[in-house]
Each structure stands twice: as structure tokens, then as C-alpha cells.
């Protein structure tokens, strides 16, 4: 096996750990999907029902979405910095990935606060009107509507930070693809080499930049409306899994391509 110091095994350890943060960005988003339908039906559940919230639930399922969020992030981070190792140029990404990682362990405590206070409120109302009416769904609102438009507040923030970062980050699927046609090209005159469909990281990086401008402006449409967040929100979730699927393809592509360096023992630096 190569080792993985060697420019050859940095470069496939580089491009296997954004596959696999492409996995796992499918992977989060199904979670969140899922965890926030959960979230939703067991408080609406209880409230019917006249008994207590379970807070831990509740904290579980947004820490559980967080935590594969994270995971998503470190497997991109670590791929950077192997890639950074290999060509110094992708150090700026593992950088900015770095920090993005410890903006969101950061703001756990903060939501973690918040959605127990919410919960909180909700059991009081409950403990106070035990028969669900309507008096007890309009009292829930008015005692958690401030802190539920706090949390939605810090939520957007968050989201347009990850989402400016995220415009950035993406543009390694790119600065990878151009790296390797370079390096081929440099090593051996065109026409001698197999084609690699490299242009498949770029047309990733479009699709995942145009669905992080459309979350930015998702986030900023919801703190005035909620149907143009909706929309912004649906249209930029299209374009996400359209630009997984062709990063995906690209990075295989951008594998063969480091193996043909290797086998063809071209220089990798």
C-alpha cells in the first residue's frame, strides 16, 4: 500500500476524504430531514396529548444532525489538509474549514440553552391547561414566540455564515480538478495521456455555489418571509444534490487520474 507520506498516497487520501464529505453531506441532510419531522411530531404529540415535552428528545435530535454535520466537516477538512500537504495552495481550505468546525461546536451550547428553555415553557403551559383547546395551543405560542424567533434568529445567522464559507469551500472540487490537468499536462505533451472527465469538479463546484448563494438568500428571505425561503430554500436543495452527484463522479475521475500519475511515475508536485 502506498504510504500515505508519499505525494501519491496524500493526493488519493486528499481526494477519498471529500468523497467521503460528499457521502456524508447526503447523509446529513437525510438526518435532518428525518430529525426535524421527529422533533416536530413528538412536541405536537405531547402538547395534544396534555403531557410533558421530553427536553432530551428534543436536544438529541438537533445534537444528532449537528454531530453528522461534523462529521461532514472533519472528513473535509482532513481531506484538505492532505491535499494541502501534497500542494500547498489547498492549505487556505483546510484553514477555513478548521474554523468552520469550531463555529458550529460553539453555537451547540447556545441552541442546546435555548430549545431547553423553549421546552421549558411548553411543559409549564401544559402542566397549567391539562386539556388540549385552543386556549393551550395560543398560549404555547405566546409564551415560547420569543424564544423560538431567537433560536430561528441565531439559526439564520449560522446558516448565512455557513453558507458564505460554504461558497468558498467548494471551490477546491475545482482548484483540484485544474490542479491535475496541470500536473498532467506539465509531465507529458497532450494527446499522450488518458482523458479524464476533470470538468466534472468544476460543474460540481457551479451547482454547489449557485445551491449556497440560494440558502444565503433562503436565510436572509426568512427573517421577513417564509415563502420566499421556502422557494429560495427548495430550489438551492436541487441544485445541492445535482452538485453531490457530479462531485462525486468528479472526484472518481480525479482518483483514476492520481493512480495514471502514479503507474506512470510522472512527479506529483
Not at 500500500?1 to 441532510?29: D, V, Y
Not at 464559507?165 to 507529458?188: C, F, Y
Amino acid at each position: 500500500m502506498e504510504a500515505i507520506s508519499e505525494p501519491t498516497g496524500l493526493l488519493l487520501h486528499g481526494i477519498k476524504r471529500l468523497r467521503q464529505n460528499l457521502i456524508f453531506g447526503i447523509i446529513a441532510l437525510i438526518i435532518a430531514i428525518i430529525a426535524a419531522s421527529i422533533m416536530i411530531f413528538s412536541v405536537a404529540y405531547a402538547i395534544m396529548r396534555g403531557e410533558p415535552v421530553n427536553p432530551v428528545s428534543v436536544i438529541a435530535s438537533m445534537i444528532t444532525v449537528t454531530v453528522f454535520a461534523l462529521i461532514s466537516s472533519f472528513l473535509y477538512f482532513d481531506g484538505a489538509r492532505k491535499l494541502s500537504q501534497w500542494n500547498t495552495s489547498f492549505y487556505f481550505y483546510a484553514k477555513l474549514a478548521l474554523i468552520l468546525i469550531i463555529i458550529s461546536i460553539a453555537q451547540m451550547p447556545i441552541e442546546v440553552l435555548v430549545i431547553n428553555s423553549i421546552v421549558s415553557s411548553i411543559n409549564e403551559v401544559i402542566s397549567s391547561i391539562h386539556t388540549y383547546s385552543i386556549t393551550q395551543v395560543e398560549e404555547v405560542a405566546r409564551r415560547v414566540q420569543g424564544q423560538v424567533a431567537l433560536l430561528s434568529v441565531m439559526q439564520s445567522m449560522i446558516s448565512i455564515v455557513s453558507s458564505i464559507m460554504g461558497i468558498i469551500l467548494v471551490r477546491i472540487l475545482r482548484d483540484l480538478g485544474e490542479a491535475l490537468k496541470e500536473t498532467i499536462s506539465r509531465a507529458q505533451p497532450a494527446g499522450q495521456t488518458p482523458s479524464f472527465a476533470l470538468w466534472k469538479l468544476s460543474e460540481a463546484t457551479t451547482f454547489l455555489t449557485w445551491s449556497y448563494i440560494l440558502n444565503l438568500l433562503s436565510s436572509l428571505a426568512g427573517l421577513v418571509s417564509s415563502a420566499m425561503s421556502g422557494i429560495f430554500g427548495l430550489i438551492g436543495l436541487v441544485l445541492y444534490i445535482i452538485g453531490l452527484v457530479r462531485g462525486f463522479g468528479g472526484l472518481s475521475e480525479a482518483e483514476s487520474a492520481a493512480h495514471f500519475l502514479k503507474h506512470s511515475g510522472l512527479p506529483l508536485i
